[in-house]
C-alpha cells in the first residue's frame, strides 16, 4: 500500500543487522544481566564482576541520562570488560555500547507522529485533552488507552471493519474505551474470571453514569432550548417535520449514523467519515469555553451504551405515521446497539485458538492487546498471522520474565509447540537464549529509573541480606523454583517471598515472616542478631544500588531483541502489507512503550 512508503521502518536486513549487534553485546554482557540480586552478597557478585567504584557508576548513570547520545557507528566494545577477570573496567564504553543498541539508535522503531499523519485517524483533539478519565483509569492507564485507542480506531479505518478483539483485555479499560468512544464492536478476552467479571461490572457502572449524565443534560437543556438548535443540537439531516417538543434522548438514539459527538472544528480532517456530518453537535459550544471540564462519557457516542425506553407520557397523539416512525426508529437504534458493544470474555488463548469457538459473530477484524502477559503477546502475532479474519494487530507485551524460552534448558516443560522466544527463524537457527534472570532485567524501566523512579532497592536489599541468614544460619545454599532438589547434599526449598516486604513494619519483621515462609525456625535468631546482619552489608548498599543500575543501562537491549525477534518473524510471512516497531507511550509514564503493529494486505 502507497500510504506505508514513506513510514520510518527498517528493511529486513537492517534488523538482522541490529539483531546481530545486540546478540553480540547481550552475550558480554549476559554474567551481569544474568545475576540475580538475591545472592549479591551470597556470591559477592560486585567483587566479582565489576573492577570500578560503586560512586563511578552511580554517578556515570545520573550524567548519561541527562544527556542520551546518539551514535552512527557502534562503539568499539572491546576494552568494556578484562580478558583475564571478565570484570567490567571500561564503564564509558559500557555506557555507550547499552545506549547505542536501543531500538532507537539501532534506527528500528517508527515514530507514532508518523503513523498519524499516514494513517486515516483522526487526532485527539481539543476534548480528549480535558476530559477526565480519572474516575475510571488512573494518568497511567488514560495516557495509554487514549493513544492505543487512536490507533486502533486508525487501523479500522484502514480497512473499514468495526469488529475489535482485545487479548488480555484485563479489567476492560482499553475495550470500554474502543467501544464507546469509536463506536467499535469489542469483544475483551482475558483468561481471569476476576478480571472478566470486573469488567462487566465497570462497563455497567460507565453506562448508568451516562444514563444519569444525560438525564442531567436534558434538564439543563430545556432553558436552553432555542440556543441549542441553533448550535445543532439535532441532527444536521433530520426531517423538517421533527416534532418541536420531542425528547432530545430520542432524537439521538434514532440516529444510527452518529459514530461520536463531534467534537471538531468546522474544518475537520480530510480522513473524517462520511457519517461525520451526521454526527452531534452538542459539546461544540462548551468545547470553545477556556474553563468548561468534560468528563470522560462526554465524548461517548450516543448508540454506545443502554438507554432507558421511551417515556410514554408524550403531550399529543401520534398519528399512524409518526407512530410508525418510532417504530422504525427503535428497532434501528436497537441494531446500533447491538453493534456497538463490548462483551467481556473469559478464555484462555494459546497459538492454536480457534477464535470461532470463543467469537460466535467472528468477522474482518484488528486484534490488539495492552500489555499482554508474558507468551500471550507472541501468540497475539501467531494468531493475527494464521487467522484471515484478522486484518492487522497492535501489540504491547509486557512481563518479559514469564515468556517460555526454546532453548532455555531450565525451563520445566520441554513438550510447548509455540515459544514465547526465539518466534523468528532468523534466531532459532542460532539456537539463542537469553534465560530467566535476562529476562527479568528486561522488565526494568531505565527513564523510570533516571527520574528517581521504578527501582525498588530498599526491598531488594532486605532480599539479598534475608538470602545471606538463609546461608550462614539454616544451610539454605541455593534458590530453586523447583520443589525436586537436584542433589542430596543440597538443601533446595521454594524461597519466592512474594508480597512481605509490603506488609513488614521493619528488616526483623520482614526477616521473620520470611523464615516462617519457608517452613523455618526463626527463633534461632534474636532481633538483635537479624539487626546485626542489615547494620553489616547496609554499609555495602552502594554496591547493590550501583550493581542495579548497570543492570538498567542493559534492559532496553534485552527488550529491544525481544521486539526485533517478533519484527523479523513477522517480515519472515506472506501476505504482510507492512511491519513495525512504534513507540506509543511516554516511557516514564508506561515503561513497556512500544507496540508491534501489522497490516495484511487488504
Known amino acids: 500500500m502507497e500510504m506505508f512508503a514513506h513510514l520510518t521502518t527498517p528493511s529486513t536486513d ?8 545486540l546478540l553480540q553485546f547481550l552475550q558480554m554482557t549476559a554474567h551481569i544481566s544474568g545475576a540475580h540480586t538475591v545472592e549479591f552478597y551470597t556470591q559477592d557478585i560486585w567483587k566479582n564482576l565489576v573492577a570500578v567504584s560503586p560512586e563511578s557508576v552511580l554517578s556515570i548513570f545520573t550524567q548519561q541520562q541527562k544527556s542520551y547520545h546518539e551514535y552512527r557507528e557502534a562503539p568499539d566494545i572491546s576494552s568494556i570488560f578484562s580478558p583475564a577477570t571478565k570484570q567490567l573496567m571500561n564503564l ?38 480535558k476530559m477526565k478519565t480519572d474516575q475510571f483509569m488512573n494518568d497511567k492507564k488514560s495516557h495509554e488507552v487514549i493513544i492505543m485507542s487512536q490507533l486502533v480506531e486508525a487501523l479500522t479505518n484502514v480497512y473499514g471493519v468495526k469488529q475489535v478483539i482485545d487479548l488480555g483485555a484485563g479489567k476492560g479499560y482499553l475495550s470500554s474505551y474502543l467501544s464507546m ?26 453506562k448508568k453514569y451516562w444514563q444519569v449524565y444525560k438525564t442531567d443534560a436534558r434538564t439543563t437543556s ?18 423538517q417535520d421533527v416534532i418541536a417538543d420531542q425528547d432530545v434522548s430520542r432524537q439521538r438514539r434514532s440516529d444510527i449514523r452518529c459514530t461520536g459527538l463531534s467534537i ?20 461544540t459550544e462548551s468545547d470553545n469555553s477556556s474553563d468548561s471540564t468534560f468528563s470522560f462519557l ?15 407520557s408524550v403531550g399529543k397523539v401520534l398519528s399512524e405515521q409518526e407512530k410508525e416512525q418510532r417504530k422504525m426508529e427503535n428497532i434501528k437504534a436497537k441494531k446500533f446497539t447491538e453493534s456497538h458493544v463490548y462483551s467481556p470474555l473469559t478464555s484462555y488463548v494459546t497459538a492454536d485458538t480457534e477464535l470461532h469457538d470463543i467469537i460466535a459473530d467472528l468477522e474482518e477484524s484488528i486484534m490488539v492487546g495492552l500489555h499482554t502477559c508474558g507468551d500471550l503477546a507472541p501468540n497475539t502475532l501467531r494468531i493475527f498471522i494464521s487467522k484471515p479474519e484478522i486484518k492487522a494487530v497492535c501489540s504491547v507485551g509486557c512481563c518479559y520474565h514469564f515468556l517460555s524460552e526454546q532453548f532455555d534448558h531450565l525451563e520445566e516443560e520441554e513438550t510447548e509447540e509455540s515459544w514465547g522466544f526465539p518466534m523468528s527463524q532468523y534466531l532459532k537457527e542460532r539456537s539463542w537464549r537469553i534465560g530467566r534472570n535476562a529476562r527479568m532485567s528486561a522488565c526494568l524501566a531505565l527513564e523510570r529509573v533516571a527520574v528517581g523512579q521504578g527501582l525498588p532497592t530498599e526491598s531488594l536489599f532486605y532480599r539479598a541480606v534475608l538470602q545471606v541468614i538463609c546461608k550462614e544460619v539454616y544451610g539454605i545454599t541455593q534458590r530453586s523454583y523447583s520443589l525436586v532438589p537436584q542433589s542430596e547434599n543440597i538443601l533446595k526449598i521454594d524461597q519466592r517471598v512474594g508480597k512481605i516486604f509490603s506488609k513488614s513494619s521493619s528488616f526483623t519483621d520482614y526477616v521473620r515472616k520470611s523464615l516462617k515462609k519457608f517452613g523455618q525456625d526463626d527463633s534461632k535468631l534474636s532481633d538483635k542478631e537479624i539487626m546485626e546482619y542489615y547494620q553489616k552489608y547496609d554499609l555495602r548498599r552502594n554496591e547493590l544500588e550501583a550493581f542495579n543500575r548497570l543492570k538498567v543501562f542493559l ?15 513477522l517480515r519472515e510471512q506472506e501476505n504482510i502489507v507492512w511491519s513495525g516497531v512504534v513507540k506509543l507511550f511516554d516511557p516514564v509514564k508506561s515503561p513497556r512503550c512500544y507496540a508491534v503493529v501489522s497490516l495484511k494486505q487488504p
Open 222 to 239: 430545556k432553558a436552553k432550548k432555542s440556543d441549542q438548535k441553533k448550535e445543532g443540537l439535532l441532527l444536521k439531516n433530520s426531517s
Open 181 to 206: 468512544r469509536y463506536g467499535l464492536k469489542v469483544y475483551g478476552i482475558d483468561s481471569s474470571h476476576t478480571n472478566t467479571d470486573g469488567a462487566n461490572k465497570r462497563n455497567r457502572k460507565l
Open 264 to 283: 471538531s472544528e468546522s474544518d475537520s480532517s480530510k480522513w473524517t467519515s462520511n457519517e461525520e456530518s451526521n454526527q452531534v453537535t452538542e459539546n
Open 298 to 312: 462526554d465524548i461517548l457516542p450516543a448508540g454506545a451504551v443502554e438507554v432507558p425506553s421511551m417515556s410514554q
Open 14 to 21: 537492517k534488523i538482522k543487522k541490529s539483531m546481530d549487534s
Open 92 to 129: 564509558e564504553s559500557f555506557v555507550e555500547a547499552a545506549q547505542y543498541n536501543s531500538l532507537i539508535n539501532l534506527g528500528s522503531c517508527t515514530p507514532i507522529d508518523e503513523i498519524f499523519e499516514t494513517f486515516p485517524v483522526q487526532r485527539a483533539r481539543k476534548l480528549d485533552h
Open 555 to 569: 534492559a532496553p537491549c534485552i527488550e529491544a531483541l525481544i521486539l526485533l525477534d517478533r519484527l523479523s518473524y
